[in-house]
Structures are given as structure tokens and as C-alpha cells.
């Protein structure tokens, strides 16, 4: 069964980078099978999705966050990681990371979630 | 890149049938079946309930249908249970390898 699970600081300085790393098990982020993805949910609002990373490295962003984030990949560790560099109030949201199969368009597996708040 | 348009919210009685509507444009809902949808029950992850407008994943039941007619895609479920009072939301590819995802309805079983 595949899980994943979100980690990482609940509390960020505004300006500050935000980062999250994403731990999978019951699959591997080197395979050619899937891209890996971040969605927020801000307080209230509904999804938004910030982007993923194949295992080949590419990667693909939210158009609207594109000049501020960073997905990357560690097959060592078989996570995956997001920086969102400069963040304010509204970058406080659940962030979740997901599983989206290559070839198909949505995402099968998520994990539970993270809560960042941004504030000083 | 504008998030897709649901209504705040739904409601009905057990056994009936509710339709969620889930508004996009000619970039995302109308130029691609690739709407999903997606169940979230307070403080838990959201759960894939359809893909590609019309497809259930192995173990969703067979209550919950999808549809689309040009940029307006929906979610319907027949013989409403209490414990589909969640919220949903739908989701398209759009253009260029991005995503985008509905407002989300919240759902109450009355």
C-alpha cells in the first residue's frame, strides 16, 4: 500500500523559505511511473496545485508560484521536497503531497497533510 | 489560471440524489476529459472518487457518476448516505502540463 507523509516546520517568518519534504513508502519516486505533486489548501479555500517533479528531474509549476518554488527529488532517501522561497500570510495553507500516475491526469495517492502558518 | 467554479454548497435528504456543478473554461474542462473528483471529510486527506469525467476507481461505489457537457462538468451522487457529507472537489488538466481545482462544495445530508 502506498503512503505519504508530509514533514516539516508548522511555522515560517514571513520572507522566509518554506520547506517540506515528503517521505513514500509502498513505492519508489525513481520510477518512471509517476510524477510527484504539491497541493495546498489554504484556511477556508479550496486546492490549489503547486507542481511535481518526475523522476527524471523535470519539473512543472503552477504558473502563479512558478518564480518562487522549487521541487526537487532524493532517490536515496525516496522522498521529495518543496521550497517556496519569500512566503507570506498568504502561504499559510495544508500542504499535501501527492501521487499522480504518468500518463494519467489525477492524483491516487495523498498524503494527510501538513499545516504551515505564516507569521512572525 | 482561475480556479474552477462550484457551488459553496449542496444539500439533501438520504436517499435522494444531489448534482455538483463544477464550471471551468475552453482551456481546461472543455478542451480536455481529464476531470477528477475528490472527497474530503474533515481533517483527512481528499480522496480520488472520479477520473476522466465518467470513471470510478476500483472500490468507489457505484453511486457517485460523473459527466460533462462543454465547460461545465458534474458530479452526481444517487441515494445519498449520511456519510457522504464531506466536501468534494473537482479538478481539470489544463494547458501546458499544469492542474487546476474546483472551489469546493460542501455537501450536507439533511
Known amino acids: 500500500q502506498v503512503q505519504l507523509q508530509e514533514s516539516g516546520p508548522g511555522l515560517v517568518k514571513p520572507s522566509q523559505t518554506l520547506s517540506l519534504t515528503c517521505a513514500v513508502s509502498?513505492?519508489?519516486?525513481?520510477?518512471?511511473?509517476?510524477?510527484w505533486s504539491w497541493i495546498r489548501q489554504s484556511p477556508g479555500e479550496g486546492l490549489e496545485w503547486i507542481g511535481y517533479?518526475?523522476?527524471?528531474?523535470?519539473?512543472y509549476y503552477n504558473p502563479s508560484l512558478k518564480s518562487r518554488v522549487t521541487i526537487s527529488v532524493d532517490t536515496s532517501k525516496n522522498q521529495f521536497s518543496l521550497n517556496l522561497r519569500s512566503v507570506t500570510a498568504a502561504d499559510t495553507a495544508v500542504y499535501y503531497c501527492?501521487?499522480?500516475?504518468?500518463?494519467?491526469?489525477?492524483?491516487?495517492?495523498w498524503g494527510q497533510g501538513t499545516l504551515v502558518t505564516v507569521s512572525s | 489560471q482561475s480556479a474552477l467554479t462550484q457551488p459553496a454548497s449542496v444539500s439533501g435528504s438520504p436517499g435522494q440524489s444531489i448534482t455538483i456543478s463544477c464550471k471551468g473554461t475552453?482551456?481546461?474542462?472543455?478542451?480536455?476529459?481529464?476531470v477528477s473528483w475528490y472527497q474530503q471529510h474533515p481533517g483527512e486527506a481528499p480522496k480520488l472518487m472520479i477520473y476522466?469525467?465518467?470513471k470510478r476507481p476500483s472500490g468507489v461505489s457505484d453511486r457517485f457518476s460523473g459527466s460533462k457537457s462543454g465547460n461545465t462538468a458534474s458530479l452526481t451522487i444517487s441515494g445519498l448516505q449520511p456519510e457522504d457529507e464531506a466536501d468534494y472537489f473537482c479538478?481539470?488538466?489544463?494547458?501546458?502540463?499544469?492542474?487546476?481545482f474546483g472551489t469546493g462544495t460542501k455537501v450536507t445530508v439533511l
Open positions: 479538478s481539470s488538466y489544463s494547458s501546458i502540463n499544469t492542474y487546476v
Open positions: 475552453s482551456s481546461d474542462i472543455g478542451d480536455y476529459n481529464y
Open positions: 476522466d469525467v465518467t
Open positions: 509502498g513505492g519508489s519516486v525513481s520510477s518512471g511511473n509517476y510524477h
Open positions: 501527492a501521487r499522480r500516475v504518468t500518463g494519467e491526469y489525477y492524483f491516487d495517492y
Open positions: 517533479i518526475y523522476s527524471s528531474g523535470n519539473t
